[in-house]
């Protein structure tokens, strides 16, 4: 008979043990979800980063390669940063500004706000052909939920830092 219940209670698990699972798996999930998410907003603020970055690059060089001025503004016909942007030759930018944008960028976080504070324009940064002659300084902030702020400083001349 001795048999028997080893061989029964070897078979599962017993309601106090799986109690205790629980009770640790909760603790354990409890500490590494509020660094889990702490960690994707972190890297949600440096995608955006980057993608600004990227984008203020590409209108530098496209506008000194392509000879034309190029307009980096916000895109969806709004002047909300948050929601990307668009970059648009000068010329179909004035004449429609619902013209289609040459390159776009958008990020995935609706927690996201980004805001720009240019020094010659409040909704737009102007590219041209010869960089001595661009206007763009300005500061892009971004905040994504409960991150301290992040500033990305654009140069007269177009570059980042």
């Known amino acids: 008979m001795n048999g028997l219940q080893h061989k029964r209670r070897s078979q599962g698990f017993t309601l106090v043990e ?22 994707y907003q ?14 203020v690059r590409q209108a530098r060089l496209l506008a000194m390669t392509e000879g034309s001025v190029l307009v980096l503004a916000p895109c969806c016909l709004s ?29 995935s976080t609706k927690l996201s706000q980004v805001t720009w504070q240019g020094f010659q324009s409040q909704n737009a940064l102007y590219f041209m052909p ?17 991150q301290p702020e992040m500033n990305l400083v654009v140069s007269r001349l177009g570059y980042i830092h």
């Open 18 to 39: 799986l109690v205790i699972y629980f009770a640790l798996l909760s603790v354990f999930l409890s500490f590494t979800i509020p660094a889990s998410l702490d960690l």
């Open 42 to 55: 972190k890297t949600q603020q440096r995608v955006i980063q980057a993608a600004l970055g990227s984008a």
């Open 79 to 107: 002047n909300n940063w948050s929601d990307g942007l668009g970059l648009y030759r000068l010329s179909g930018f004035k004449q429609n500004p619902r013209a289609k944008p040459i390159y776009q960028w958008h990020w």
């Open 130 to 146: 010869d960089a001595g002659r661009n206007a763009v300084n300005g500061v892009f902030s971004i905040q994504v939920a409960m």
